[in-house]
């Protein structure tokens, strides 16, 4: 079983510290299993899936914000979040599993058989521990539920995608 921890260190320390590690039996990761334990675990990346324009509602991360905060509106863009809570969000940030060829970020999503386009994946890998390709996306509000199959435009051919809840796998997250 791979275990994974990130660290975050000062500049100053990262020679001492990687010897440290290069010491232990561990191995060091770059960016990418980062990326696919990230995805997998269903956490978003600001820039990838979160930015500016991204409501929390639209996210699934209305948790965030505490209940009298969302009661009293006292934070930016607290309009928009209480009008979505009110009227249900646009678009929605769901998981996707794809079949064939992984759907990377900006691929777009179709209803399947026709031609409307009703989202776009965010962030896409082939996941080495799911033995599968996934993907974070945003579609529109009604393509959200689970079970909810979809078609992905992959390098221009359509890939048939089933809307998945995230996690795709559960985490185990320990805070030191």
């Given at each position: 079983m791979a275990l994974s921890s990130?660290?975050?260190?000062?500049?100053?320390?990262?020679?001492e510290v990687t010897?440290?590690?290069?010491?232990?039996?561990?191995?060091?990761?770059?960016l990418g299993a980062r990326d696919s334990l990230r995805l997998e675990a269903g956490m978003c990346l600001y820039g990838n899936d979160?930015?500016?324009?991204?409501?929390?509602?639209?996210?699934?991360?209305?948790?965030v914000i505490g209940k009298e905060r969302r009661e009293t509106g006292n934070f930016i863009g607290a309009e928009g979040v209480r009008k979505h809570l009110q009227d249900g969000p646009p678009r929605r940030r769901v998981g996707l599993i794809v079949e064939g060829a992984p759907a990377r970020q900006g691929a777009h999503i179709y209803a399947p058989s026709q031609k409307e386009n009703i989202g776009t994946v965010t962030s896409g890998i082939p996941s080495p521990t799911l033995g599968k390709n996934i993907a974070m996306a945003y579609v529109k509000?009604?393509?959200?539920?689970?079970?909810t199959e979809v078609e992905v435009d992959v390098r221009n051919k359509l890939r048939k995608a089933i809307v998945t809840p995230m996690p795709f796998m559960k985490p185990n997250y320990w805070r030191g």
């Amino acid at each position: 079983m791979a275990l994974s921890s990130q660290i975050s260190i000062p500049p100053s320390q990262t020679v001492e510290v990687t010897q440290l590690l290069s010491k232990s039996p561990v191995q060091l990761a770059g960016l990418g299993a980062r990326d696919s334990l990230r995805l997998e675990a269903g956490m978003c990346l600001y820039g990838n899936d979160l930015d500016e324009d991204t409501t929390p509602v639209e996210a699934g991360l209305t948790w965030v914000i505490g209940k009298e905060r969302r009661e009293t509106g006292n934070f930016i863009g607290a309009e928009g979040v209480r009008k979505h809570l009110q009227d249900g969000p646009p678009r929605r940030r769901v998981g996707l599993i794809v079949e064939g060829a992984p759907a990377r970020q900006g691929a777009h999503i179709y209803a399947p058989s026709q031609k409307e386009n009703i989202g776009t994946v965010t962030s896409g890998i082939p996941s080495p521990t799911l033995g599968k390709n996934i993907a974070m996306a945003y579609v529109k509000s009604g393509w959200h539920k689970k079970g909810t199959e979809v078609e992905v435009d992959v390098r221009n051919k359509l890939r048939k995608a089933i809307v998945t809840p995230m996690p795709f796998m559960k985490p185990n997250y320990w805070r030191g």
